[in-house]
């Protein structure tokens, strides 16, 4: 059974930094597509960062330059460094996996910009 459990999320202020950690069992987060998504209030959930399947990675334009994921495979982790924060990263963010046909989705932390 695939499980993945955010933590990290937490208040910041506008220009501060977060990083956020993906603990999963039941996968090896090295051999499959990971990911991290987020939902701000009345908004669709939407793709931060990931890794492919072919070990790419992919960030939305929002992200690139200030947000960087990363894995810990010792650990069977996956993290995501946020920095240069701004109000408009305020969201839930959640941690995801494509395994045997389908999306598993962590429960998300909540990451809150705000001065």
């Known amino acids: 059974q695939v499980q993945l459990v955010e933590s990290g999320g937490g208040l910041v202020q506008p220009g501060g930094s977060l990083r956020l950690s993906c603990a999963a069992s039941?996968?090896?987060?090295?051999?499959?597509?990971m990911g991290w998504y987020r939902q701000a209030p009345g908004e669709q959930r939407e793709m931060v960062a990931t890794?492919?399947?072919?070990?790419?990675?992919n960030y939305a334009d929002s992200a690139k330059g200030r947000f960087t994921i990363s894995r810990d495979n010792a650990k069977n982790m996956v993290n995501l460094q946020m920095n240069s924060l701004e109000p408009e990263d305020t969201a839930v963010y959640y941690c995801?996996?494509?395994?045997?046909?389908?999306?598993?989705w962590g429960q998300g932390t909540q990451v809150t910009v705000s001065s």
């Open positions: 995801a996996t494509y395994f045997s046909g389908r999306m598993y």
């Open positions: 039941g996968i090896i987060v090295s051999n499959y597509a």
């Open positions: 890794f492919t399947f072919g070990g790419g990675v």
